[in-house]
C-alpha cells in the first residue's frame, strides 16, 4: 500500500461529500482539514472523491473509519507544538530531508509539483547506493 500526504486542498472534494461534517476545515488552523473520528460514520465517500492517485485519505479498517494527515496538530508524542505553525513529525524524522512543509499550493495539474531527488547526498551518507 502506498500512502500519500494529504495537500489540504483549498476547495477539497473530500471535505464536500462528507454527509456528516466529520471531515471539515479546522477553524483553529485555517486551511488544515481534519476528519473527527467520533463524527466519521465510515462510509468512505471521502477516499472516492480524493483527487489524488493515491488518495490522501486512508482507510483505518480497526476503528473503519477514514483518518488522514492534519500536519500534528494533535500528536500527542511530540514534543513541541505541531500543526501548521509547529512540528510535522515526517518533516523531524525523514533521514534526507525530503519532507517540507510549505504554504505554496503547487500545481496539481503538473507532473512535477512534488519531484524530489531522494538519492543525493544525504542518500550516500546513509550508506546507500544507486544501484
Not at 17 to 32: E, I, L, S, W
Request: with cysteine.
Amino acid at each position: 500500500v502506498r500512502l500519500a500526504t494529504c495537500r489540504q486542498c483549498p476547495d477539497a472534494p473530500c471535505v464536500q461529500v462528507c454527509p456528516t461534517g466529520a471531515n471539515r476545515a479546522d477553524p483553529k488552523h485555517g486551511f488544515v482539514r481534519r476528519i473527527d473520528p467520533d463524527v466519521c460514520i465510515g462510509c468512505k465517500l471521502c477516499l472516492v472523491r480524493c483527487p489524488y492517485a493515491p488518495a490522501r485519505i486512508q482507510w483505518d479498517r480497526e476503528r473503519r473509519k477514514s483518518q488522514k494527515c492534519d500536519l500534528c496538530v494533535d500528536t500527542p508524542f511530540l514534543d513541541e507544538k505541531g500543526g501548521p505553525e509547529g512540528v510535522q513529525a515526517c518533516v523531524r524524522v525523514c533521514p534526507v530531508g525530503a519532507i517540507a512543509f510549505t504554504r505554496a499550493m503547487p500545481d496539481p495539474s503538473r507532473e512535477d509539483s512534488y519531484e524530489v531527488n531522494l538519492r543525493d547526498a544525504v542518500w550516500k551518507q546513509l550508506g546507500m547506493t544507486t544501484e
